[in-house]
């Protein structure tokens, strides 16, 4: 079965702290992903990778940066938090066409306060 | 650029009527597309895809999708729905360009009554 998993879980910051949330897979995908969903929204892609040492600016990158060190680790760091990046993030690994499927991550929560 | 439009938001139903979920997308070629369901409190799970050839599609949980060409839909049907349905349900569009990435829509929450 394959497995993103990401934490942490919940997380509570302070406006202008620094965040990062981190994500594995054991699915030895190249592809890895980090959305956000918000009500009104669905999900929007912030940052993208092809494989170790590859980021990608996705369509709400802004705000957001991305590290890819490794095959396995995706991180989405927040340098400057601000209360409108509260919201839950999904990390997801696959989403090749032939594959056709994302394997997604169980959502980290975050709260800028 | 390409876009999804879910134009429900919300969607209820009584167990055992049939379900459809629209769903249109604007892509000048033509895409690949899927729908992905959340259950409550959950992660997003994969049912069903589009890539090429028939345009019925089958997926799980007894889930089926039809593209049309015609009018740029890939609605997502089941029946009978069941209670255990109920979850808010994402179409999503990867274009044929070779970036691989999926653009959602907005997703509709489904209800079904007992």
């Known amino acids: 079965e394959a497995a993103v998993t990401q934490s942490p879980r919940n997380k509570v910051a302070v406006t202008g702290g620094k965040v990062t949330l981190s994500c594995n897979q054991t699915?030895?995908?190249?592809?890895m992903y980090w959305y956000r969903q918000d009500t009104g929204h669905g999900l929007r892609l912030i940052h993208y990778s092809y494989g170790a040492g590859s980021t990608e600016k996705g369509d709400i990158p802004d705000g957001y940066k991305a590290s890819r060190p490794s095959q396995e680790n995706f991180s989405l760091i927040l340098e400057l938090a601000t209360p409108s990046q509260t919201s839950v993030y999904f990390c997801?690994?696959?989403?090749?066409?032939?594959?056709?499927?994302?394997?997604f991550g169980e959502g980290s929560k975050l709260t800028v306060l | 650029a390409q876009s999804v439009d879910q134009p429900d938001a919300h969607v209820t139903l009584s167990e055992g009527a049939s379900l459809e979920l629209r769903c249109s997308y604007s892509y000048s070629a033509a895409p690949y597309l899927f729908w992905y369901v959340q259950y409550p409190g959950q992660s997003l799970q994969f049912l069903l895809k589009y890539i090429t050839g028939d345009t019925v599609v089958k997926g799980t949980k007894g889930f089926e999708a039809e593209f049309r060409k015609s009018n740029s839909s890939f609605n997502l049907k089941k029946s009978p729905a069941h209670w255990s349905d109920s979850a808010k349900y994402f179409c999503a569009l990867e274009t044929t360009e070779g970036a691989d990435r999926l653009t959602f829509g907005k997703g509709t929450q489904l209800i079904i009554q007992p």
């Open positions: 997801a690994s696959g989403g090749t066409a032939n594959t056709g499927q994302l394997y």
């Open positions: 699915n030895n995908h190249n592809n």
